[in-house]
């Protein structure tokens, strides 16, 4: 893609200094010959290409799942999976969308269409038939994890329709798609625990981050869904209040991935940059400046936490850990496995599947590593949430979930607020 | 609160921070990133050449003595007996980690290595497995690689040590003896080694080739995670001593290094941050308050009582300069010993023995490893310095990067965890 | 000694002395063609690949300009696969002339040089780091021209048509016969380097397109050729920063061009007389140059990477001129040694630029066609070189065919994807003593670790052909050299039908020779990035490899002095003799 100004991410090629690291560390690279490793594909071929050029150059970047492992090991700072974002966006511009990643996209639609009636959502898509017919025709993996509609109504409909704590105190909470239409649990026990420090939680409207669309090189219509939430969430950051959200991937969206890899950065984006938090961020702050209650009840057990590729990608340390570690009898183990595989919409394509099984394997042997009897793992991203699951066979939670039940105010077991 | 937080995760800062947690400090380290652990051989150099890459040194610390005498400003110079402390310590440490490492059989000696060109290196440690290959040793080599790996090439390296006196001969084994993939690199095939299967087809294929009396010389990827194991089995099945060559990057040895030197400090609950790339600092008065780093909201602040910079120099991004002939340290800007000029840089030729001045360029330090300014004056009251950022060494042309990093890095540990006034 | 006999010699293996192999092979002669060191050591190597529309001429030296766009047109029809049609700007930055850019533009359109005026908002759609305070911008169809390729394209192509072609064959002296009056240059005594042998060659026609060394060389025979060697300093930028060649819209000046050429930006260049084309030093005020006026056509450009520094010498001729070399013409000179200087059969082509060789060539072959009384027409205008078929030269080609093909594991050098294939093919089927000679057939080490890691990977096969011996290859399947570039075109290794030079050497000589040869170009700018990139080289070779303790350290190549040699001019062992460095 053509070099916008010396801010664009595809400057940072120059740093390479070719030394092999990213390569070395790259889990997809590792398991298979049909990704060539993320100094190949970035840096590297970046110098082979050039907007307007007759084709684009490009097939194997493709095969990047965007862990962004590449970025966190490079000791020179080269943007390698932004890099490599940004050819497959050329890629996409050029030759068009396959219709299953168009799809992928269009999560948001998905999930409402699928929320107005999910028992039958959920019957019509998790059942062997409609999989094997999803594999056949539209190339997504019949055994990929596929979160299930919620049953219980979106998060939006019962945060509007049950009495909210108000206060002088206010915080702004991103849902995200899947808390919305998947994980409605989670979102519930994030304003549990917002409502519990004494915050009024406004949720404003909001739409998808666009992270799907950017993922598969969507770059125009994920700029429009990246404009649209500026518009809808500056003001609040510009009335100085807080904008928290617990979903650790459509954070790094909002606050540098679109931006970056968009090429679009103003006062609107800086000014959400400043406001928004990972909500486990946000919890950590409290407590450095003394205002986090640590009053929490004992939640004895062994819980094994991936650490998702996206919240090191946030390069915040481990806020989410800094928080639990204070909660007692309660034994965080923290993995250092380097990706789930799931990788956003990659572990659901029929031909990167069995890629992210074996990325995900380093996962799931930590997991096993802990012992039979736990019970519980936790992952701040809910893509490793149902990737963990499906790899281990063992319940998955959010840290906010971890935190709520350890207030008393939530249900580990059944995910529900008590 | 963290006690000590140490910037930069190579070999001096990992030494750094484990020296310091056995000696009871809360420890965190901070880095951007992983680098020459990753490309080197894997192996502790201690002094190859000294003064000049002309004079091969034989036996390194007695020629510390010389060095000190000549070069009172140099790092070996700053150290009272920490480098002993600090290569014992690391002896004793590789050797609770599963990854032993030892010398020449003549105590004090360097070891002669055989180089992925076929050359002779001088080391003073190396993992056992690459041991056998001490050039000072009588019995002819086999050198064997795999058809397909373009980072090694076994006629060359046999053809070289041949032309020095050391008889070898070479042969390819096909790459899929141990990978059903194209393509690999050498993390990748070492990986491949963990699995027994894989070690004992090649283990055949080794004991078809080899003539008694020989060693077998390998290109280093006989095992990551399962090294030890593996190395030990295959060299059971194949019956003849065998021996590791480090290659180009990434180097295995050094990979291995680095994770055991991980896993241990996880245990003694150091914090490694990786993907933290220091870009500002506070200081009140001469003490710094917190470093920051990038992060993809606000940057991230990191306090601690003291500071330690093992940033690595020029090769590890510790050290910058433009076309202007500026040259910075990227952390707290600290002042840099450095050539007049940019015209006194380099020499013209490439392989000059006398090196390049401008790799001598870096952080200068007192004694007790703090930096300096050019009038000699401690900057930082609670700022240590280790490894390849200090002045007056060219560790890659006197083949002593990892003796370096050891030494002062558990020096400045240990100044640290006894900070002077 | 061996002994030749041609009816033409051609002395220079240049694109002005392939082209004219070419040409004399095409009339149906008998020519040689020696070249003292590989195709393109002298100047057809080292510019910065500039496709002249002309426009850079067009108000200063309206002859040169016509030839340009003649040649231009020409160009891109028989060498079509060694050209980038980039397009070129003609930049009118706010430091430049008010009354240039229309004189420009009038002059454009009376020499028929297409030339069209954009808003500098769509100029800036497609160059976005371009000054952004630019007044006007021209569009011409400047391109970029891979030199090596071409050189080597013109030369099979001659082969083909019957030419020898002999690199490493030095002309030691001309071979003069007859007494005063009638004096006739009769051929050349010629040493063949590698072998260290003497070889005569005798020919009715000996042409000297040695540029630079044409007044050398034609000292051997008596005749004063007074070449004004004009050195031009080049900086590469470590990538595409650009896409269309960059000029500055004003009378011709130093450090007023920007080439977008293969994988990297060329900033060029400066102009200064010097007395020894073989020995350039590149001085820091030249640097500074560059980097200030690059400034004007891109802000920021002076905290780029830079790969790579380089000179070369433009021979440049003018009779009786004593002034500066950067007011001297660029035109085309045929000097005919007859009637100029009363000795026969001895013609020296000199000047020009690289966009006019086929013409050059042309001018040449026709005076030379008259006293031998053959005159069949000249077929190069309209006569394609092998190649062309693969259309132009695009960016992304080398990596779409790696992608395509999967060759990702036989990259040798990663930065510029060059296969092992490729690097077999060319070491066998192109005569090649170093290292070097191969970098300018594949563009071995020209990227951003400037040899780290492919230096080794080719030494190591290297030697391993060695030992393998020639390989013979049942399909007859010949090598193209056109296709040397192409990954895709170089699936196979083939077989060698001539022996191959650079198996002679030690590998420790070859990788010493390559890597000091890569340090030479780089001491110019080494800082910041490119300064971590050398330490990690640094790295590996010493500390890893400890290459410079290998066995063979007292063997030198023909080109190690070459390479010795530091082409700056301070280093530590050699500090400035006035305080404060080199000042203009």
């Known amino acids: 893609m053509h070099t916008a100004s010396w801010h664009s991410v595809g400057m940072t090629l120059d740093e390479c200094i070719k030394c092999n690291v990213c390569t070395t560390y790259c889990p997809v690279a590792a398991v298979t010959d049909k990704f060539p490793g993320p100094k190949y594909v970035g840096p590297q071929a970046q110098r082979f290409r050039e907007s307007g050029q007759l084709k684009s150059p490009d097939i194997s970047v493709d095969y990047c799942s965007a862990c962004r492992v590449c970025n966190e090991v490079c000791p020179s700072g080269v943007k390698i999976a932004e890099i490599n974002a940004r050819a497959k966006a050329q890629i996409v511009a050029e030759r068009g969308i396959p219709l299953r990643n168009w799809f992928f996209g269009r999560n948001e639609q998905l999930g409402r269409i699928g929320s107005i009636a999910p028992h039958l959502a959920n019957l019509g898509f998790h059942n062997p038939v409609s999989r094997y017919l999803a594999e056949k025709i539209m190339g997504v993996a019949r055994h990929a994890p596929i979160p299930r509609w919620s049953t219980q109504g979106s998060f939006r409909k019962w945060f509007f329709s049950t009495p909210r704590l108000k206060s002088d105190k206010k915080i702004v909470y991103f849902h995200g798609c899947s808390t919305n239409y998947y994980e409605p649990c989670v979102g519930k026990a994030a304003v549990a625990v917002l409502e519990h420090l004494g915050y009024e939680v406004i949720v404003p409207p909001q739409n998808c981050c666009g992270l799907p669309m950017l993922n598969n090189g969507e770059f125009p219509a994920a700029e429009k869904l990246y404009r649209s939430n500026l518009e809808k969430l500056v003001p609040y950051a510009d009335k100085g209040y807080p904008i928290v959200g617990t979903s650790v991937s459509c954070v790094l969206v909002l606050r540098e991935e679109a931006s970056e890899m968009l090429d679009l950065e103003n006062a609107a984006t800086r000014s959400l940059r400043a406001a928004l938090w990972d909500l486990s961020e946000w919890l950590r702050d409290l407590l450095e400046r003394g205002e986090l209650d640590t009053n929490f009840r004992e939640l004895k057990m062994v819980l094994p936490y991936h650490v998702s590729c996206q919240a090191r990608a946030h390069r915040m340390g481990r806020p989410s850990l800094d928080v639990m570690t204070l909660i007692p009898g309660l034994d965080v183990r923290e993995g250092n496995a380097k990706c789930c595989g799931l990788a956003g919409t990659y572990g659901y394509k029929v031909e990167k599947y069995e890629i992210a099984m074996k990325v995900g394997e380093e996962a799931f042997r930590f997991v096993r590593a802990q012992g039979d009897d736990v019970k519980f793992t936790t992952s701040d991203s809910e893509i490793c949430r149902w990737q963990l699951e499906h790899g281990t066979h063992k319940d998955c939670r959010a840290p906010v979930e971890i935190l709520a039940a350890a207030y008393g105010l939530y249900d580990l077991d059944k995910r529900r607020l008590l | 609160m963290i006690d000590l937080i140490i910037i930069g995760a190579g070999l001096a800062g990992l030494f750094a921070a484990y020296t310091a947690a056995r000696a009871g400090q809360r420890v965190k380290i901070v880095a951007k990133g992983l680098g020459a652990t990753h490309w080197h051989a894997g192996t502790i150099d201690v002094l190859g050449y000294y003064p000049t890459a002309a004079a091969p040194v034989t036996r390194p610390l007695d020629a510390l003595r010389d060095l000190t005498r000549a070069q009172p400003p140099h790092p070996y110079a700053l150290l009272d007996g920490a480098l002993n402390d600090a290569l014992e310590n690391f002896l004793a440490l590789m050797q609770e980690l599963g990854l032993p490492y030892a010398g020449a059989a003549n105590a004090g000696d360097n070891l002669w290595l055989p180089s992925p060109v076929g050359a002779a290196r001088p080391t003073f440690l190396a993992p056992r497995a690459q041991l056998a290959g001490d050039l000072q040793r009588a019995e002819p080599m086999l050198i064997v690689g795999l058809q397909g790996l373009r980072d090694f090439y076994p006629h060359l390296i046999a053809e070289n040590l041949t032309k020095q006196g050391h008889p070898a001969r070479a042969a390819l084994l096909p790459l899929d003896l141990i990978t059903e993939r194209r393509d690999s690199n050498t993390a990748q095939l070492a990986a491949a080694l963990d699995e027994p299967a894989r070690r004992a087809k090649l283990g055949a294929a080794l004991k078809n080739i080899v003539q008694p009396g020989e060693r077998i010389g390998l290109p280093a990827i006989v095992g990551l995670e399962a090294h030890r194991d593996a190395f030990d089995e295959l060299q059971a099945q194949v019956g003849a001593p065998l021996f590791e060559i480090p290659t180009l990057p990434p180097s295995v040895p050094g990979v291995r290094l680095t994770n055991a030197l991980r896993n241990r400090l996880r245990q003694l609950g150091v914090r490694i941050e990786i993907n933290a790339d220091v870009m500002g600092f506070h200081a009140e008065g001469d003490r710094v308050v917190w470093i920051e780093s990038d992060a993809s909201g606000r940057p991230l602040k990191h306090r601690a009582e003291k500071f330690l910079l093992a940033t690595g120099g020029i090769l590890g991004g510790g050290i910058n300069s433009d076309h202007t002939g500026k040259v910075w340290e990227t952390v707290f800007d600290l002042p840099l010993v450095t050539p007049p000029n940019r015209g006194q840089w380099f020499r013209a030729r490439f392989f000059d023995p006398a090196g390049h001045p401008i790799f001598r360029a870096g952080v200068a330090v007192n004694r007790e490893f703090q930096p300096i300014d050019a009038r000699g004056a401690r900057v930082f009251a609670n700022v240590w310095a280790a490894g390849n950022l200090l002045a007056h060494s060219d560790s890659i042309l006197e083949r002593s990067l990892e003796g370096v990093a050891l030494a002062t890095a558990c020096a400045a540990s240990r100044a640290a965890c006894h900070p002077k006034p | 000694m061996k002994r030749i006999e041609t009816d033409i010699l051609v002395m220079g293996g240049g694109a002005t002395g392939t082209g004219i192999a070419w040409d004399a092979a095409l009339r149906g002669l008998r020519v040689v063609l020696v070249e003292?060191?590989?195709?393109?050591?002298?100047?057809?190597?080292?510019?910065?690949?500039?496709?002249?529309?002309?426009?850079?001429?067009?108000?200063?030296?309206?002859?040169?300009?016509?030839?340009?766009?003649?040649?231009?047109?020409?160009?891109?029809?028989?060498?079509?696969?060694?050209?980038?049609?980039?397009?070129?700007?003609?930049?009118?930055?706010?430091?430049?002339?008010?009354?240039?850019?229309?004189?420009?533009?009038?002059?454009?359109?009376?020499?028929?040089?297409?030339?069209?005026?954009?808003?500098?908002?769509?100029?800036?759609?497609?160059?976005?780091?371009?000054?952004?305070?630019?007044?006007?911008?021209?569009?011409?169809?400047?391109?970029?021209?891979?030199?090596?390729?071409?050189?080597?394209?013109?030369?099979?192509?001659?082969?083909?048509?019957?030419?020898?072609?002999?690199?490493?064959?030095?002309?030691?002296?001309?071979?003069?016969?007859?007494?005063?009056?009638?004096?006739?240059?009769?051929?050349?005594?010629?040493?063949?380097?590698?072998?260290?042998?003497?070889?005569?060659?005798?020919?009715?026609?000996?042409?000297?397109?040695?540029?630079?060394?044409?007044?050398?060389?034609?000292?051997?025979?008596?005749?004063?050729?007074?070449?004004?060697?004009?050195?031009?300093?080049?900086?590469?930028?470590?990538?595409?920063?650009?896409?269309?060649?960059?000029?500055?819209?004003?009378?011709?000046?130093?450090?007023?061009?920007?080439?977008?050429?293969?994988?990297?930006?060329?900033l060029g260049t400066t102009d200064e007389r010097v007395q020894d084309p073989e020995n350039l030093t590149i001085e820091p005020w030249e640097v500074e140059l560059?980097?200030?006026?690059?400034?004007?056509?891109?802000?920021?450009?002076?905290?780029?990477?830079?790969?790579?520094?380089?000179?070369?010498?433009?021979?440049?001729?003018?009779?009786?001129?004593?002034?500066?070399?950067?007011?001297?013409?660029?035109?085309?000179?045929?000097?005919?040694?007859?009637?100029?200087?009363?000795?026969?059969?001895?013609?020296?082509?000199?000047?020009?630029?690289?966009?006019?060789?086929?013409?050059?060539?042309?001018?040449?072959?026709?005076?030379?066609?008259?006293?031998?009384?053959?005159?069949?027409?000249?077929?190069?205008?309209?006569?394609?070189?092998?190649?062309?078929?693969?259309?132009?030269?695009?960016?992304?080609?080398?990596?779409?065919?790696?992608?395509?093909?999967?060759?990702?594991?036989?990259?040798?050098?990663?930065?510029?994807?060059?296969?092992?294939?490729?690097?077999?093919?060319?070491?066998?089927?192109?005569?090649?003593?170093?290292?070097?000679?191969?970098?300018?057939?594949?563009?071995?080490?020209?990227?951003?670790?400037?040899?780290?890691?492919?230096?080794?990977?080719?030494?190591?096969?290297?030697?391993?052909?060695?030992?393998?011996?020639?390989?013979?290859?049942?399909?007859?399947?010949?090598?193209?050299?056109?296709?040397?570039?192409?990954?895709?075109?170089?699936?196979?290794?083939?077989?060698?039908?001539?022996?191959?030079?650079?198996?002679?050497?030690?590998?420790?000589?070859?990788?010493?020779?390559?890597?000091?040869?890569?340090?030479?170009?780089?001491?110019?700018?080494?800082?910041?990035?490119?300064?971590?990139?050398?330490?990690?080289?640094?790295?590996?070779?010493?500390?890893?490899?400890?290459?410079?303790?290998?066995?063979?350290?007292?063997?030198?190549?023909?080109?190690?002095?070459?390479?010795?040699?530091?082409?700056?001019?301070?280093?530590?062992?050699?500090?400035?003799?006035?305080?404060?460095?080199?000042?203009?």
């Open chain 3, 36 to 266: 003292k060191r590989d195709l393109t050591h002298g100047t057809t190597g080292r510019y910065h690949g500039l496709l002249h529309s002309g426009g850079r001429y067009a108000v200063k030296d309206p002859p040169s300009a016509a030839e340009c766009i003649a040649e231009n047109r020409i160009l891109r029809r028989t060498h079509a696969h060694c050209i980038e049609d980039t397009g070129g700007f003609f930049v009118v930055t706010p430091e430049d002339d008010n009354d240039y850019p229309d004189q420009f533009y009038a002059a454009c359109q009376r020499l028929g040089i297409p030339c069209e005026e954009i808003s500098v908002a769509a100029a800036l759609k497609r160059e976005p780091l371009m000054n952004p305070q630019a007044r006007r911008v021209f569009v011409v169809p400047d391109g970029a021209a891979d030199s090596f390729q071409a050189t080597h394209s013109t030369a099979q192509a001659a082969q083909r048509a019957g030419a020898t072609i002999l690199t490493y064959h030095e002309v030691k002296q001309l071979l003069v016969e007859g007494g005063e009056g009638n004096r006739r240059v009769v051929g050349a005594r010629v040493r063949d380097v590698a072998r260290g042998e003497d070889v005569e060659i005798r020919a009715a026609m000996t042409i000297n397109a040695t540029g630079a060394w044409a007044g050398v060389v034609a000292q051997t025979a008596g005749v004063r050729v007074d070449v004004i060697p004009g050195k031009g300093t080049m900086l590469a930028v470590n990538h595409r920063i650009i896409n269309t060649v960059l000029n500055r819209c004003k009378m011709p000046d130093d450090g007023d061009i920007i080439v977008p050429i293969h994988t990297v930006s060329v």
């Open chain 3, 290 to 584: 560059l980097l200030r006026e690059g400034e004007k056509l891109i802000p920021g450009v002076s905290r780029a990477r830079f790969v790579r520094a380089w000179a070369g010498v433009r021979p440049l001729y003018q009779e009786h001129y004593n002034g500066a070399s950067r007011d001297a013409t660029r035109d085309l000179t045929l000097l005919d040694h007859q009637t100029r200087d009363g000795v026969a059969g001895f013609l020296t082509i000199i000047g020009g630029k690289w966009t006019t060789f086929r013409l050059m060539a042309q001018v040449t072959m026709d005076k030379a066609c008259e006293y031998l009384n053959n005159c069949k027409p000249c077929l190069t205008a309209t006569t394609p070189v092998p190649g062309v078929e693969q259309g132009h030269y695009w960016l992304g080609h080398r990596l779409r065919e790696v992608e395509e093909h999967h060759l990702q594991n036989e990259l040798v050098c990663e930065c510029e994807l060059v296969t092992r294939a490729m690097l077999e093919n060319a070491a066998r089927n192109n005569p090649t003593l170093t290292l070097d000679d191969l970098r300018r057939d594949v563009r071995l080490g020209m990227g951003p670790c400037q040899g780290g890691f492919c230096t080794y990977r080719a030494v190591g096969i290297l030697h391993q052909l060695k030992d393998e011996g020639r390989r013979t290859n049942d399909e007859g399947e010949v090598w193209e050299v056109a296709a040397m570039q192409s990954p895709a075109h170089n699936l196979a290794s083939l077989s060698a039908p001539s022996s191959t030079l650079v198996f002679g050497l030690p590998s420790s000589v070859l990788l010493r020779d390559f890597l000091q040869e890569r340090w030479k170009g780089l001491l110019p700018i080494l800082w910041g990035r490119q300064l971590k990139q050398e330490r990690l080289d640094e790295l590996i070779y010493l500390a890893l490899m400890n290459a410079d303790h290998l066995p063979d350290q007292n063997v030198s190549s023909p080109m190690s002095d070459f390479y010795s040699r530091p082409g700056v001019s301070t280093t530590a062992d050699q500090p400035p003799a006035t305080d404060g460095g080199g000042a203009r």
